[in-house]
């Protein structure tokens, strides 16, 4: 593994179903972020989390839960699926410096 | 509300031209604004980027222009190529001292399409 791995690449799901997207980094950065991108509204922040035990809210966090039980995992939550939720959701780490890395994105399709 | 504005929306430039990405920002405590580039199928990754305390960054190609003063910044892309076509987000960030996470904030975005 290098950098940021997302799984899965695409979902589509039923509405009202719950759904966990995984992201994984081994760069060994504390903290970490979930974006979600839509067209037109650029990517928009869900949730963050300053390092392993710690998370916080974003721009746009309802219908939406975090964990960060250790420092390589974060993964998003969706309990009870809705179509707004449909996007493309981008998990990223920061360096000390702030730079962010992103993954590769899920593809998220609620119907 | 929207704290970083990004324009246009979608760019189509001819092979060697020059693109030009404008973004304005509303929060004055942002201190670092850099530019992330994505292809279709791809996360975003970083550009190049800028501290208020200088007016222009250039790397290869790319510069960026910052206006403090109208609280506005640019990307300039000389010489554009064909595989330069990509979406270009702008971004912000206020630097905390106080360990949280350093939030960007983001544009909207915008196409890019070099015509070769």
């Known amino acids: 593994i290098a950098g940021i791995t997302q799984a899965p690449t695409s979902q589509i799901l039923a509405a009202g179903r719950r759904m966990t997207l995984r992201c994984t980094q081994d760069?060994?950065?504390?903290?970490m972020y979930w974006y979600r991108q839509d067209l037109g509204l650029g990517l928009r922040l869900i949730h963050y989390s300053n390092t392993a035990g710690t998370t916080g809210k974003g721009e746009v966090p309802d219908g939406y839960s975090v964990s960060r039980a250790n420092t390589d995992d974060f993964p998003l939550t969706l309990a009870s699926a809705v179509p707004s939720q449909t996007s493309v959701y981008f998990c990223?780490?920061?360096?000390?410096?702030?730079?962010?890395?992103f993954g590769p994105g899920t593809r998220l399709t609620v119907l | 509300q929207q704290q970083v504005k990004q324009s246009p929306q979608s760019l189509i430039v001819q092979k060697g031209g020059i693109s030009i990405i404008n973004c304005a920002y509303e929060?004055?405590?942002?201190?670092?604004f850099p530019w992330y580039q994505q292809f279709p199928g791809k996360g975003p990754a970083l550009l190049i980027a800028i501290r208020p305390d200088v007016s222009e960054k250039k790397e290869g190609r790319f510069t960026i222009s910052f206006n403090k003063s109208a609280k506005q910044f640019s990307l300039h892309i000389m010489d554009s190529q064909p595989g330069d076509s990509a979406t270009y987000f702008c971004a912000a960030r206020v630097s905390s001292s106080s360990g949280s996470a350093r939030q960007l904030t983001f544009g909207s975005g915008t196409q890019l399409t070099v015509l070769p």
């Open positions: 990223a780490s920061s360096d000390l410096a702030g730079k962010q890395f």
């Open positions: 929060n004055t405590a942002f201190d670092y």
């Open positions: 760069m060994r950065h504390n903290a």
